[in-house]
């Protein structure tokens, strides 16, 4: 039987790949934040990762993170980014459970999140592929999407676009996806790039990711529901 990697060493072979990617893209490894996803995986895990010196935390689900929530309190400098799809009636649970919401893709939604009265920051999440299960806004609904953060919302800080491209094992398929979002980030001068994820983290740093949001390859795969 093959021993178990360590999360330690699970983290340092992540570790590895962002510094080499980054070397090779003539970027500097600190304009590069992992963000570690933890959806489906206990408190526990998220105290161990912290405790081996992982700070980005990234959940996909409002309901779930908010149960593991409370024993979480003493990670003092832990920041939680929500990058699963929000519904606006949830607003208010989520701004009081992260620091960043990566997936704001409607007005309505940036609107409810400003009105809660809580300092955010932000990013939209767009839409590159045509795949229904996909969220985010189009591409063209960005200009009236970003006008609305900038001059009716306040409360929130927009930083940045993020993407999650169509599922593809060869981390070359997802590349294009990339370069179109980083391509929207220069038009928009918007400096954040969330995207990128444990197969394709190198291609998305070598087009200009500021987040990555890696999971699996830190974690192994995600613990199954109970019957």
Partial sequence: MMARVSLPERIHQ?????QTAARRAGRARDQITLVAVTKKFSAAV??????CGLRVFGE??????????????GLAAAQFHLIGHLQSNKARQAVELFQVIETVDSERLARRLNE???????????KLSPEGTK???AP????GLIDTILHACPNLRLTGLMTMPPWNPEPEATRPFFRSLAELARIHKLPKLSMGMSH???AAIEEGATHIRVGTALFGPRPKASA
């Fill in 46 to 51: 998220i105290c161990e990762a912290y405790s």
């Fill in 116 to 126: 809660t009265g809580t300092p955010l920051e932000v990013m939209i999440e767009v």
């Fill in 60 to 73: 996909n689900y409002v309901q779930e993170f908010a149960e593991k929530r409370p024993p979480l309190s």
């Fill in 200 to 202: 394709d983290l190198e």
């Fill in 140 to 143: 063209e609904e960005l200009p």
């Fill in 135 to 137: 969220a985010g806004a």
């Fill in 14 to 18: 992540v570790e590895h790949r962002i």
